[in-house]
């Protein structure tokens, strides 16, 4: 299934307004999510290669 939100949107909630990552931001979602302290309560989100992350 293909995400149908266009890479540049704006991801909106009532407290949070951010663009939507794109392939430029990849390399440093990676590095946040296999640091162990990120996902210390929620293992399973950790990464350990890239090809994990699936596409933006």
Do not use: W
Not at 34 to 42: I, S, Y
């Amino acid at each position: 299934m293909s995400d149908p939100s266009p890479a540049g949107e704006q991801l909106q909630t009532p407290r949070l307004s951010s663009p939507r990552p794109t392939e430029a931001d990849l390399a440093t979602i990676f590095a946040i999510h296999r640091g162990r302290e990120t996902c210390l309560h929620n293992p399973s989100d950790t990464l350990t290669r890239l090809d994990e992350m699936g596409t933006v």
